[in-house]
């Protein structure tokens, strides 16, 4: 008897499979940018399921509130909407279906059959952890990020800056 | 009972539909959802491995971090394919051919 | 005894004299400047004529030694000293080697003062005499060689030497051609000797005697006895080995076919060279190494069927050629076959003998011919001679005392050698002595053949020539007197036991009594008796004689006869003429393949073994341009089989080709799938 | 605590130099062109100085075992120092460069060069994968700088895809050796391994897919296509930078992440071989890996034309030579990658100068224009001459310093006993004869197609090269020195393998201690 | 003591460097500088020649052993015995005449004579060096000159024929790269010293297996091999031949060609002993092919050069049929004639230059009754080729001599195929001789100047040692006769040690 919480994992991963789906497949990148939506919801119901609260948000937020949108920005800075091609054609699809295909399979088979580490799983709201985590032991990775960031910030402006006269 | 092998199969299937859209797609933006479907597999799987190791606090920080060092790749990603896009008009990522050979 | 000790003192500059001469007389060449031709003749003639007097006194010197104390080695220095093998620069003083050096500088001295008067024309006048000096230097090093390679070094010498000679008028191809096949036949029987010398080297090594001087060799050759290379027995080996070599350099079948050739060159080189002296070295050689001949009694049969197979075949090509100097050459084959014969009888001072003889009567030969060729002005064609001795009673007597002496009359030289050769053959092989009655008896007529034609009847030269026919200088009639003496008298040094006794001079035969210390005999053969032995002597006489005069008749009164036998036997005759085309066939079936598989080689050379490396080297660029074009030949075919390309054809940017970043990743994914699966399955 | 920050004192130095250059840009804007260069080459300096100052101090971890501070991480410190320097000479003449925004070029250069220097110390596979990803989004701003060229927007667009793939691989890689393990630090990981059984497969699908993130820096088959196009399209002095700089990074990192994370001491210590914890087929892997790349690079610089284009192929050779060193897995093969990559950077750096020089010169970068350099006399001679010298020494022929790189691998391959892959390089190098000698060729050999003279180059430039062309000369004959640097470098890494945290096998120290042990003497 | 070894080796070196400096257009001060920096050299050399204690087998005029590098143990160790003094004069004396026959170059003089004396440091250090690292510097550093002297002063396909000897020379020498190290690894104490491997033998780790071990020696022989040429691997040699410029071509068959069987000899043989006696019928019947291969292709070539190429083909093969034999007299032999054929075959590239400095072509069948128009010219030809074709009195006799018999000794059926070059080698020397010399003159080359002071004087002192070697060869081999005899008996000791 599948329990709830099995029925709330099998339909948000089907949810968040089906999207990515989308995204692979549609025809049209707008639709695409779509699915990536609910595979991004997704994967945070996921994070939810996973206990893992914290992330769910933050992956709502930043992927949600941050990625999707600049990518949604940037399909249509270079489309024109009315553009019917609205290109999001595919090539080499008859070789990269059996190339995906090859590798979910063997991906799956190898990682089912592999030895994790496992301990009793337990459902405890993970932001207490994570803040210490980030003031503690990755405070380092914490301060570099933000040079990453800034380095990005400044990187992006360069790059879209119009030519200095 | 949600095995932790249910995730790993999930990631698995969205790692080669990251894959498959990386290999295909002609336009850069395309590509780019390839590359955060695959990131997203990552993601799930550290918070997944961390979940069923006791909650372990390390997945969950490198899947956070996962997350932001995927914004600011995007970000450049997308600067560059605009910035492209202004100076020629296209973002189809397979007409971007004159370095080869 | 002072001149002769003396003289002995300075054997070792018997050979060093000739080369200085050639040293001198090189130099003057090579730099080119005029000196007066009576100062090169001086320097040429005088070295070999001092020579000549200190062969005389070492002559005398030994022979006034006690027979078996007649073997004196001098050591100059040390030559090749390695491992187990040492040669010395060293000269070996015995009965044989000085008989050998008398010749040599005594003839020698004769045909170079033959020489300033037949060559006095000449432009190369030095360089001709420096190529015979240091022939001589070479000649006289390989008979007073006292080890193997010492001989070698002569071998060779003489070899370069008639090449030099022979090819003297270079300008002509013709010539030229002939020294190069003298030189490479006389390389191929060089190949057996050398090998036959490796053999009997590293044989005698393992015996515990590593030496290569033939005195210490004859004494360790017992030991050589049952020793076998592959079952056959090394003396053999070893025997028939310095036999094909010998054939080489004494133009024995099958390697003959360059001393007709060799009459390119001048008619007194032909007379030293091809007559007197190198082509002699083969059987000089099988003296020397008797003791290994006596061991091996099959090469000696072998030896001897060799010697007269070529004395009669050379005999039956002599019998059609009308060139005088090819007439001499094949007569000189023919004779080095009789001596050939001897040696492998194991009588070897017979052999000696008739060597001594025939550089004699020979010599006197050729350099009668080569008189004969002056006063015509170059014609050698015994066709357009005849009635000459008229003109040249000089030549004409010399020439006819010498065909006698060749053909065996009594008592001339001639005669006592080739008798004894005969006799011993009797003894020995008497299917063989037949064989070698008829070439004496062919000698006969062909020499008189050439007599015939060249001095009596009338003259069949054109009015021009005539006018010019003259005796020769001085210079030159000498020599010829000389030699026509000694041919007449060299006879006396061999005068069979059997005949002495008859007169009651004991130990008459001189030559066999001086060579027996060197010589190492076969088991002892019973001999026939003294009276066989006076019957086959009459009966070989009669023979000559019979054959000399039939020689006379059918080229003077009754012509009609050899006209009738050709008419009747054209084929044959026609063979004959050319020589039995062996050197067609040697043409045909050596050098042609030998040619063919080089070029073959060359362009296997070019096209396989390059080739190969050059595949290799192609390949490696095809896989390159694969490699570097691989995605643009996949990914293009692949593209334009979806179709995409003819969409976004017509801009340089829509060319879709590789560059494409799907392709990359698609690429980079297809590698990890790769290489999982080679780690996984 | 003072002395914690002095372990630091490195990075921290850049980040005040990148600090003060955003500032300056704030405050001086385009006026002050010549001020960002010569303030990023002192900050540079003064890191490479501040390594130098803070050498005596012991090696060990940092941050809860993040990063760790030791000798090998200050070589890498050096190497990254010196090629962002001639990074930023090479830069300074350069009219590509002229073309991008000064301020920012070389501010996140000097950010590279930060972001390689925390690869090269990253002791975690957060760290790692961090300043990777730092690394590479510098990297792909960087190749894009050139506004309105082409093909520099081209090959940025590219490289950020093809590196985002290989990050996103990478990520998926580190969960899958996160979940086998249950942490990240790289010796703890190492201990696992050691003490626990895991899925071999999983293992390896996992080490294979994070060396997809590495690969993809160092450009190793099958993650090196984007390398070429990269190359030809990034402002050529940023392409020597790139060819030299990132890419000796990811060998840093590979080196962290294979010897530290996944090798613990083997028990031929004195010998000074790793064991790989699992017989997991990481020689092998590493082994076909590394034929694949020289091969595939060599054979595809075979047809080149264009002498970047070329350069990138054979730098993508060189990575296979340089991987040769991790199949070996031991202390001499540790020595002869690190000799090498110093070796690599200096004739790397110098090939491409020339190819600069030429350009700016002649505005070619095609073989055809290098036709009789060696023969128009004068600074063209002196050009080729130096070219040659790189090129021979690329391939590896003595008295060059390039062979001696080579002589170090092979030696410890050849101890290692891999027969075959020694094999594979040897005639991999031989098969790089024969483009690296067309150039020679081309520029001796061939007449040029007109009498231009080629013009004065940078005085500056000139003395670079014969500086480059001098030590490649000078490390042929005299590497002494260097080896020893080198292996002092490796002696005291192994030394300070066990971390801070007390998993490691408590052996490790005193095992390791006389590893270095019979070199010294 | 004066290290002679490093003067010889390093001083044409600063020649070298002494000419880059020159101005471009003192053409003539150029070519005075590089006479210059080979002289001292040569009377080096002469130095060693008179002093070498021929009694000894150590090695003499020892430099070092001096750290090198410190941490690979690679020393800077110099020295000569028996096996290398001869090799080191001969280099002396091709040196300077090299740079004597190059006295006709006008085409960028400064560069030809900077690398020419770089090649002469290479080849002074080869034969001078003990330590296997040092060695194979020196050994690569020639290829880079030797690269550029063909390619760019070389014939019509020079490039050709450049990058093909360039590529078959380092395929050869990676090869022994990795052996060398495996040397290195595997020795006691870890040593380059090529004194000390052959003192040790070579058992430990991979070693002690015997198909290791063939497999190293494989490595070394291919390597040596491409350089002496055996037969497959000379392709190279007649292109790189006909395309270099005569001084080159001089100096490649005289000393290059040497270094293959100098390497067999200097580490093949002492250090892997048993592996060389189990390969010794192979390199026996190598010998055997080379030499009639050799004179078989020589037969057909056309090109007057080519000829002269392949004929070395074949003489070398003398060397390799000697030196299989392990005896004294082979090894004497195989020397000997690595010497004599230095000496000859220099007479003959010079010869060949000659001629083609004034007709511009080589074909053979172009010239015809040179003799008549240039008869000096002629006289040294001749000389030449007869000692070419192994005239007794003359060294190539001497040392083909030995070669045979100490060939003979153990392989008699390949040296009996082998003497049967003695043939062949007399028929295309003289043939070519015809061709070239003999027969009518060509009008076309009636008026040709005569061989000049120069030209003669390079020839010189090679006809004064091929005469002084062929009438009295204790002269060289002294020099060698003891390292040889201690050679082949260590070789048998191991041989019965093994067997």
Redesign the interface.
């Known amino acids: 008897m599948p329990s709830l919480q099995d029925l709330a994992f099998l339909g948000i991963s089907a949810f968040t499979l089906a999207s990515a789906a989308g995204v692979a497949f549609s025809r049209k990148v707008l639709y695409s940018a779509f699915s990536l939506l609910g595979t991004f919801a997704g994967a945070a119901g996921l994070f939810v399921l996973l206990s893992s609260d914290f992330i769910a948000v933050t992956q709502v937020l930043i992927y949600v509130g941050g990625i999707l949108v600049l990518i949604v920005f940037a399909v249509m800075l270079t489309n024109k909407i009315g553009d019917v091609k609205l290109s999001n054609q595919s090539v080499n699809y008859k070789v990269a279906v059996p190339f995906a295909a090859a590798i979910a399979i063997l991906l799956i088979s190898i990682l089912t059959s592999g030895m994790w580490v496992q301990k009793d799983e337990a459902y405890t709201s993970m932001i207490v952890p994570i803040g210490n985590a980030l003031l503690q032991d990755y405070l380092l990775p914490f301060e570099i990020v933000s040079i990453v960031l800034l380095g990005a910030l400044v990187g992006a402006m360069v790059i879209v800056r119009r030519e200095v006269k | 009972m949600v095995s932790l092998n249910s995730y790993l199969v999930v990631t698995a299937i969205l790692f080669a539909l990251g894959l498959y859209n990386v290999m295909t797609r002609k336009n850069a933006v395309g590509l780019l959802m390839g590359v955060e479907l695959i990131l997203n597999a990552a993601s799930i799987n550290f918070v997944a491995f961390s979940h069923f190791n006791g909650n372990h606090v390390g997945g969950n920080v490198f899947s956070l971090f996962l997350i932001v060092l995927a914004a600011a790749e995007a970000a450049v990603a997308l600067a560059i394919v605009v910035s492209l896009y202004k100076q020629f008009g296209t973002i189809n990522a397979d007409e971007a051919d004159s370095l080869k050979g | 005894m002072g001149f002769a000790k003396i003289a002995f003192g300075l054997v070792h500059l018997v050979p060093l004299l000739p080369l200085l001469g050639a040293m001198i007389n090189g130099f003057l060449t090579?730099s080119?400047r005029k000196v007066p031709k009576g100062f090169t003749a001086f320097v040429a003639c005088g070295s070999l004529f001092l020579a000549f007097l200190i062969s005389v006194g070492t002559f005398l010197y030994v022979s006034g030694l006690p027979e078996e104390s007649r073997e004196l080695t001098v050591t100059l220095?040390?030559?090749?000293?390695?491992?187990?093998?040492k040669a010395d620069?060293a000269f070996l003083i015995d009965p044989l080697s000085i008989t050998l050096m008398l010749v040599v500088t005594g003839v020698g001295s004769l045909i170079h003062l033959y020489s300033v008067g037949y060559m006095s024309h000449d432009e190369s006048f030095s360089r001709y005499f420096t190529y015979l000096n240091l022939f001589c230097f070479a000649m006289l090093t390989l008979i007073m060689g006292a080890n193997v390679?010492m001989m070698?070094?002569g071998?060779?010498?003489v070899g370069?030497c008639s090449?030099l000679l022979i090819?003297f008028w270079?300008?002509?191809?013709e010539k030229?051609?002939a020294g190069?096949k003298a030189?490479?036949v006389n390389?191929?029987g060089?190949?057996a000797f050398?090998?036959g010398f490796?053999?009997l080297?590293?044989t005698l090594?393992s015996s515990g005697a590593a030496t290569v001087t033939f005195t210490e060799m004859r004494d360790a050759a017992p030991m050589l006895a049952g020793k076998t290379?592959n079952g056959v027995p090394v003396v053999m080996l070893v025997t028939l080995l310095f036999f094909v070599g010998a054939t080489g350099k004494s133009a024995q079948i099958p390697l003959y076919v360059w001393l007709p050739d060799a009459m390119a060159g001048p008619t007194p080189v032909s007379a030293l060279i091809h007559a007197a002296t190198m082509v002699t070295a083969g059987v000089y050689m099988i003296g020397r190494t008797s003791f290994l001949y006596s061991m091996a009694p099959e090469t000696r049969m072998i030896v001897s069927t060799i010697g007269f197979a070529t004395a009669i075949f050379s005999a039956l090509i002599a019998f059609a050629q009308n060139d005088i100097k090819k007439v001499l050459a094949y007569s000189t084959v023919s004779q080095l076959g009789f001596m050939f014969g001897a040696m492998g009888t194991g009588a070897y001072h017979a052999g000696i003998f008739h060597l001594v003889t025939h550089a004699f009567f020979k010599a006197c030969l050729f350099l009668g011919s080569g008189s004969v060729i002056h006063a015509m002005g170059g014609e050698q064609d015994i066709q357009k001679m005849g009635g000459l001795r008229k003109y040249m009673p000089v030549t004409y007597k010399t020439f006819l005392i010498a065909t006698l002496a060749i053909a065996g009359i009594f008592p001339l030289a001639g005669f006592f050698s080739k008798d004894e050769i005969l006799w011993q053959t009797f003894n020995h092989y008497p299917w063989l002595w037949v064989v070698g009655v008829v070439s004496a008896a062919g000698t006969a007529i062909y020499m008189f053949r050439m007599v015939t034609l060249t001095f009596f009847g009338e003259c069949r030269a054109d009015e021009h020539t005539k006018h010019h026919l003259h005796e020769s200088p001085a210079s030159m009639t000498i020599p010829l007197v000389v030699l026509a003496a000694l041919s007449i008298a060299g006879g006396f040094l061999g005068v069979p036991d059997s005949l002495g006794h008859l007169i009651g001079w004991e130990h008459s035969n001189l030559l066999e009594h001086w060579l027996e210390p060197v010589f190492v005999m076969p088991r002892e053969h019973a001999m026939a008796s003294h009276s066989t032995e006076y019957g086959l002597m009459a009966f070989s006489l009669a023979v000559a004689i019979v054959g000399c005069y039939a020689g006379y008749v059918l080229f003077s009164k009754r012509k009609d006869i050899p006209a009738a036998l050709v008419a009747r036997f054209p084929a044959i005759h026609r063979a004959m003429q050319n020589k039995f085309y062996v050197d067609e066939i040697y043409q045909f079936l050596f050098v042609n393949n030998?040619?063919r598989?080089?070029?073959f080689?060359?362009k296997f050379?070019l096209k396989v073994?390059?080739g190969?490396?050059n595949l290799v080297g192609f390949l490696?660029?095809v896989?390159?341009?694969i490699?570097?074009?691989f995605?643009?030949i996949f990914?293009d075919g692949?593209?334009n089989?979806?179709g995409?390309a003819a969409r976004?054809g017509g801009s340089a940017?829509?060319?879709?080709?590789?560059?494409?970043?799907?392709?990359?990743?698609?690429?980079?994914?297809?590698?990890?799938?790769?290489?999982?699966?080679?780690?996984?399955l | 605590m003072k002395q914690d920050l002095l372990y630091f004192l490195p990075e921290l130095v850049l980040i005040g130099t990148i600090l003060l250059l955003i500032v300056t840009d704030f405050v001086a804007g385009t006026r002050a062109k010549a001020v960002f260069p010569f303030f990023a080459f002192v900050g540079i300096a003064g890191m490479m100085g501040a390594v130098a100052a803070t050498f005596y101090l012991a090696p060990t971890t940092f941050f809860t075992g993040m990063v760790s501070v030791d000798d090998i991480g200050r070589f890498f410190k050096i190497i990254f120092g010196v090629s962002g320097l001639l990074g930023i000479l090479l830069s300074v003449k350069s009219a590509e460069v002229e073309k991008a925004d000064q301020a920012s070029y070389y501010t996140l250069l000097t950010a590279l060069v930060l972001g390689m220097m925390l690869l090269g110390s990253a002791n975690h596979l957060l760290m790692l994968y961090l300043a990777l990803e730092m690394v590479s989004v510098l990297s792909y701003i960087l190749t894009g700088s050139l506004r309105g060229v082409r093909r520099s927007s081209e090959a940025a667009l590219k490289y950020v895809i093809y590196g985002g793939v290989a990050s996103g691989i990478m990520a998926y890689g580190l969960s899958l050796l996160y979940g086998m393990t249950g942490t990240m630090a790289f010796p703890e990981i190492a201990a696992f391994l050691k003490a626990n059984a895991v899925s071999r497969p999983a293992l390896f699908v996992s080490v294979l897919l994070v060396f997809g993130g590495i690969g993809f820096k160092i450009a190793s088959f099958p993650f090196h296509m984007w390398c070429p196009d990269v190359y030809e399209g990034a402002p050529t002095p940023f392409t020597a930078f790139l060819s030299v700089g990132p890419k000796a990074a990811g060998f840093a990192a590979l080196i962290r992440f294979f010897l530290v994370g996944l090798t613990t001491p083997g028990q031929d210590v004195l010998a000074g071989t790793f064991l790989a914890v699992k017989p997991v087929g990481l020689v092998e892997m590493l082994t076909v890996l590394s034929i694949a790349t020289m091969t595939i690079g060599n054979l595809a610089a075979l047809v080149q034309n264009n002498l970047k284009r070329l350069l990138a192929y054979s730098s993508i050779a060189h990575a296979g030579y340089l991987l040769m060193g991790f199949a070996a897995l031991s202390q001499e093969a540790l020595t002869a990658v690190l000799f090498y990559l110093v070796v690599y950077v200096i004739m790397n750096v110098g090939a491409f100068l020339v190819v600069l020089v030429v350009s700016n010169q002649m505005g070619v970068e095609d073989m055809a224009g290098y036709k009789g350099l060696g023969r128009r006399g004068g600074r063209g001679t002196y050009l080729a001459l130096v070219m040659t010298v790189f090129m021979f020494s690329l391939t590896g022929i003595p008295p060059m310093a390039g062979f001696i790189g080579k002589f170090y691998l092979f030696g410890a391959v050849l101890k290692a006993g891999l027969y075959g892959l020694a094999i594979a390089g040897v005639l991999n190098s031989v098969v790089s004869l024969y483009y690296y000698v067309r150039v020679v060729k081309v520029m001796f050999f061939d007449a040029p197609d007109d009498a231009r003279d080629i013009a004065i180059p940078a005085v500056s430039q000139s003395w670079i090269l014969a500086g480059l062309a001098g030590l490649t000369l000078y490390l042929g004959l005299f590497w002494n020195g260097l080896a020893t640097v080198t292996e002092r470098s490796t002696g005291l890494y192994a030394s300070a393998y066990a971390p801070p945290v007390a998993v490691a096998a408590p052996a490790a120290p005193e095992a390791a201690a006389p590893a270095a042990a019979p070199e010294n003497k | 003591m004066f290290p002679y070894l490093s003067f010889m080796t390093f001083f044409p070196l600063v020649g070298a460097v002494l000419i880059a400096l020159l101005p471009k257009e003192k053409t003539d001060l150029v070519k005075k500088v590089a006479l210059v920096a080979t002289l001292p050299p040569l009377a080096a050399a002469v130095k060693i020649f008179m002093t070498f204690d021929r009694g000894s087998t150590a090695m003499q005029y020892v430099e070092g052993p001096y750290n090198w590098i410190q941490a690979f143990h690679i020393q800077y160790y110099m020295g000569i015995d028996g096996l290398s003094v001869s090799m080191v004069l001969l280099t002396a004396l091709i040196a300077t005449i090299s740079v004597l026959a190059s006295w006709g170059i006008d085409k960028q003089v400064k560069g030809y004579f900077s690398l020419l004396l770089l090649l002469v440091t290479g080849m002074f250090g080869v034969f001078a060096a003990l330590d296997f690292f040092l060695f194979y510097v020196f050994w690569e550093v020639m290829l880079l000159p030797m690269y550029f002297l063909i390619g760019i002063w070389g014939g019509p396909r020079r490039e050709y024929a450049a990058i093909k000897f360039f590529l078959y020379t380092l395929l050869g020498s990676v090869l022994m790269l990795l052996v060398m190290l495996a040397f290195y690894f595997y020795s006691d104490g870890q040593t380059f010293n090529l004194v000390e491997l052959a003192k040790q033998g070579l058992h430990q780790g991979p070693f002690a297996n015997p198909h290791f071990r063939i497999l190293c020696w494989l490595g070394l022989f291919i390597c040596f091999a491409v350089k002496v040429p055996v037969v497959p691997f000379h392709t190279w040699l007649p292109d790189a031949h006909v395309e270099a410029p005569t001084a080159i071509s001089v100096i490649l068959a005289a000393v290059l060609l040497k270094m293959g069987i100098y390497g067999i000899l200097r580490i093949n043989y002492p250090i892997l002993p048993q592996e060389t006696l189990y390969f010794a019928n192979m390199l026996a019947a190598l010998g055997m092919i080379n030499i009639v291969y050799g004179a078989l292709c020589a037969m057909a070539q056309k090109d007057f050069k080519k000829l002269i190429a392949y004929s070395s083909v074949s003489h070398m093969g003398f060397c390799l049929l000697g030196m299989a034999s392990f005896t004294p007299e082979g090894l004497n032999g195989a020397v000997l004639q690595m010497f004599n054929h230095g000496t000859i075959t220099a007479q003959l590239f010079l010869l060949v230059g000659v001629i083609y400095d004034r007709a511009h072509h080589r074909e053979i069948a172009g010239f015809g009754g040179l003799a008549k128009s240039m008869p000096q010219y002629a006289t040294w030809t001749s000389f030449a080729f007869f000692a070419a074709l192994g005239l007794p009195g003359l060294s190539g006799f001497v040392s083909e001599v030995l070669c045979f018999m100490g060939g003979f000794k153990t392989f008699r059926l390949y040296t009996i195929v082998s003497v049967s070059g003695v043939v062949l080698t007399a028929a295309y020397m003289l043939w070519t001789y015809q061709r070239v010399f003999l027969g009518q003159v060509n009008e076309k080359y009636k008026g040709l100047p005569e061989i000049s002071a120069r030209e003669i004087v390079t020839l010189v002192p090679l006809a004064i040692i091929t005469l002084l070697v062929g009438i009295y060869p204790k002269f060289a081999l002294d020099l060698l006769n003891t390292s040889m005899t201690a050679l082949s008996q260590f070789v048998d000791a191991k041989n019965l040690a093994g067997l």
């Open positions: 090579y080119g220095f040390p030559w090749i000293d390695s491992g187990s093998f620069v390679p070698f070094i071998w060779e010498g370069l090449y090819g270079f300008t002509d191809k030229a051609t190069m030189f490479v390389r191929i060089d190949f050398i090998v490796l053999l080297y590293w090594q290379w030998l040619l598989l080089n070029n080689l060359a050379d073994v390059d190969i490396v490696t660029k896989s390159a341009y490699s570097g074009a995605d643009r990914v692949l593209v089989l979806v995409n976004w940017l829509r060319r879709v080709q590789s560059g494409q970043i799907q392709t990359y990743l698609y690429y980079a994914v297809g590698g990890v799938l790769l290489v999982m699966l080679y780690r996984l």
